[in-house]
């Protein structure tokens, strides 16, 4: 069984920095792809960041510049820097992995619980 599990959420205040962190644990074989999306009250779920094994990365427009995805392959590790935060960024953050569970088996999505980030203006 898998599991994602993130870390890091909080209030701030507008302009100020969080870090999330996701770790991925179980019965892993690989992870291909490591994402962080965030659903905003009232929302639907929007892409922030994703990461390729290979350390390729995308980020939204809106957080382009200010948030930056990192991972550590080793680890299953998953991390989201979040700069000059603004209320609108406001929302639960969650975590996702694209991985395989053995070597024949094929690739599945995978999703954390999520964790509140506030900005207050």
């Known amino acids: 069984q898998v599991q994602l599990v993130e870390s890091g959420g909080g209030l701030v205040q507008a302009g100020g920095s969080l870090r999330l962190s996701c770790a991925a644990s179980g019965s892993i074989f690989t992870i291909n792809v490591m994402g962080w999306y965030r659903q905003a009250p009232g929302k639907q779920r929007e892409l922030v960041a994703i990461?390729?094994?290979?350390?390729?990365?995308n980020h939204a427009d809106s957080v382009q510049g200010r948030f930056t995805i990192a991972r550590d392959n080793a680890k299953n590790l998953v991390y989201l820097q979040m700069n000059s935060l603004k209320p609108e960024d406001t929302a639960v953050y969650f975590c996702?992995?694209?991985?395989?569970?053995?070597?024949?088996?094929?690739?599945?999505?995978?999703w954390g619980q999520g964790t509140q980030v506030t900005v207050s203006s």
């Open positions: 990461i390729t094994s290979g350390g390729s990365t």
């Open positions: 996702n992995a694209l991985l395989k569970e053995g070597p024949v088996t094929g690739y599945k999505s995978y």
